[in-house]
């Protein structure tokens, strides 16, 4: 493996903390104290972090082949079409083994064709293209022929992305995006190709100024309740894996509106769940979070709540606008919670009161069960998907 430039400079930073340390005082200098303190930083960065793509995508993906195998093999692709030298390998102490090839591994030049070099962008994104790949082997096509697919650039091979390709080749749902491929040939840069969304996300809806028409009741109950589902199956899979990023902006919508879950590049998978983890988005973080630095399934839930307050309200998760204690939807609701009467105070206007009131109050009470503050007394992806779709079928 060979080194690159940061890390030939970690090597000879620690080499000055060594020698410092090894002067003829008996108690160590300041100075000392210092040079200690980079030195171990950056052995952290070197042997322990991802720093380079090779040593990265080493330690971080890790895949079951047992079950792997099995469960995706239907998306498994060709594998004459790939370049054995862009799989991704997996570390194991017992084996040497390589992650099941689910995904279509692209050229970068062929991507670049594919998007006529990255020239539309996706809804308005910065860094999310509009491409064309054949809608029978998503292989690259050239522009208007086959289907159209999102094509995300990443500058450098990041840890969100390979955790996006970790926790997406456990998953097959229709609730959840679906990851085409990837490309890593032109390192450090990194493309990961999705299927397209039509619609843009949730969010959009709820808080954009331009939607010519708001989502109706009805719609809005379908899409909460498909990505309850989806998290249902990523909670109880036997690979499973915590989203850690629920919100309405990862919420994407198809043509049809059907709602598809994203954004995990966060995710946690296997034994990475309850180690302590940067995640979540202010405003739909689990409380308990900021004590245990841990994210479980209990914090998917707790997020997922604060996305049907939304859907509720039409209010943002957190909003500068609204009065200091009141910032938090959370916290802004919850007094409007006793009775029916409060609640329709703080119903989105934009439905113009085309609900049924009592299915609207029985959201509600769901949601505030979902973002108690003892995730004990927060009800399971199954009881809140069993009390959604009860809501939906009575009052429809």
Same mark, same amino acid.
């Given at each position: 493996?060979?080194?690159?430039?940061?890390?030939?400079?970690? /090597?000879?930073?620690?080499? /000055?903390?060594?020698?410092?340390?090894?002067?003829?005082?008996?108690?160590?200098?300041?100075?000392? %104290?210092?040079?200690?303190?980079?030195?171990? &930083?950056?052995?952290?960065?070197?042997?322990?972090?991802?720093?380079?793509? +090779? &040593?990265?995508?080493?330690?971080?993906?890790?895949?079951?082949?047992?079950?792997? $195998?099995?469960?995706?093999?239907?998306?498994?692709?060709?594998?004459?079409?790939?370049?054995?030298?862009?799989?991704?390998?997996?570390? !194991?102490?017992?084996?040497?083994?390589?992650?099941?090839?689910?995904?279509?591994? %692209?050229?970068?030049?062929?991507?670049?064709?594919?998007?006529? !070099?990255?020239?539309?962008?996706?809804?308005?994104?910065?860094?999310?293209?509009?491409?064309?790949?054949?809608?029978?082997?998503?292989?690259?096509?050239?522009?208007?022929?086959?289907?159209?697919?999102?094509?995300?650039?990443?500058?450098?091979?990041?840890?969100?992305?390979?955790?996006?390709?970790?926790?997406?080749?456990?998953?097959?749902?229709? !609730?959840?995006? *679906?990851?085409?491929?990837?490309?890593?040939? @032109?390192?450090?840069?990194?493309?990961?190709? %999705?299927?397209?969304?039509?619609?843009? !996300?949730?969010?959009?809806?709820?808080?954009?100024?331009?939607?010519?028409?708001?989502?109706?009741?009805?719609? *809005?109950?379908?899409?909460?309740?498909?990505?309850?589902?989806?998290?249902?199956?990523?909670?109880?899979?036997?690979?499973?894996?915590?989203?850690? $990023?629920?919100?309405?902006?990862?919420?994407?919508?198809?043509?049809?509106?059907?709602?598809?879950?994203?954004?995990?590049? *966060?995710?946690?998978?296997?034994?990475?769940?309850?180690?302590?983890?940067?995640?979540?988005?202010?405003?739909?973080?689990?409380?308990?979070? /900021?004590?245990?630095?841990?994210?479980?399934?209990?914090?998917? /839930?707790?997020?997922?709540?604060?996305?049907?307050?939304?859907?509720?309200?039409?209010?943002?998760?957190? $909003?500068?606008?609204?009065? +200091?204690?009141?910032? %938090?939807?959370?916290?802004?609701?919850?007094?409007?919670?006793?009775?029916?009467?409060?609640?329709? @105070?703080?119903? $989105?206007?934009?439905?113009?009161?085309?609900?049924?009131?009592?299915?609207?109050?029985?959201?509600?009470?769901?949601?505030?069960?979902?973002?108690?503050?003892?995730?004990?007394?927060?009800?399971?992806?199954?009881?809140?998907?069993?009390?959604?779709?009860?809501?939906?079928?009575?009052?429809?």
């Amino acid at each position: 493996m060979y080194l690159t430039t940061r890390e030939v400079l970690d /090597i000879i930073l620690v080499g /000055i903390g060594w020698n410092c340390l090894r002067g003829k005082h008996k108690y160590p200098t300041c100075m000392q %104290y210092i040079f200690l303190a980079c030195a171990s &930083y950056f052995l952290l960065q070197l042997f322990l972090f991802p720093v380079g793509l +090779n &040593y990265t995508v080493t330690h971080v993906l890790e895949i079951d082949h047992a079950h792997g $195998d099995s469960k995706l093999s239907s998306n498994i692709k060709d594998s004459s079409r790939r370049n054995a030298d862009d799989s991704l390998p997996v570390d !194991n102490k017992d084996s040497t083994r390589t992650v099941p090839k689910l995904f279509e591994v %692209y050229k970068f030049d062929d991507l670049e064709v594919a998007t006529q !070099n990255f020239s539309f962008l996706c809804h308005g994104s910065r860094d999310l293209f509009i491409g064309w790949v054949d809608k029978n082997t998503f292989t690259p096509s050239l522009w208007g022929m086959g289907i159209e697919v999102a094509v995300k650039w990443y500058s450098e091979l990041q840890p969100k992305c390979l955790r996006v390709v970790n926790a997406l080749g456990r998953l097959s749902h229709p !609730n959840i995006i *679906r990851l085409l491929g990837y490309s890593i040939d @032109k390192q450090p840069q990194c493309l990961l190709v %999705y299927e397209y969304m039509q619609q843009q !996300n949730f969010g959009h809806f709820l808080f954009g100024e331009d939607v010519g028409r708001p989502l109706s009741w009805e719609r *809005r109950l379908l899409i909460i309740i498909g990505v309850v589902r989806g998290l249902a199956y990523m909670h109880s899979s036997i690979n499973e894996v915590i989203h850690c $990023d629920v919100k309405s902006s990862n919420i994407f919508l198809d043509k049809d509106f059907n709602a598809k879950l994203g954004g995990f590049g *966060r995710a946690l998978v296997g034994r990475d769940i309850g180690n302590p983890h940067v995640a979540g988005t202010f405003g739909y973080l689990d409380p308990t979070y /900021i004590f245990t630095h841990c994210f479980t399934a209990w914090s998917d /839930i707790y997020s997922f709540g604060v996305v049907m307050l939304e859907t509720l309200t039409g209010q943002r998760a957190y $909003d500068m606008k609204r009065l +200091n204690h009141d910032r %938090y939807l959370t916290k802004w609701a919850s007094s409007f919670f006793a009775d029916t009467i409060k609640l329709k @105070k703080i119903m $989105d206007p934009r439905l113009e009161q085309n609900y049924s009131l009592e299915g609207a109050f029985e959201c509600a009470k769901l949601a505030a069960r979902c973002v108690a503050e003892d995730p004990k007394d927060r009800p399971s992806c199954e009881e809140v998907l069993r009390g959604l779709e009860q809501i939906y079928a009575v009052n429809k």
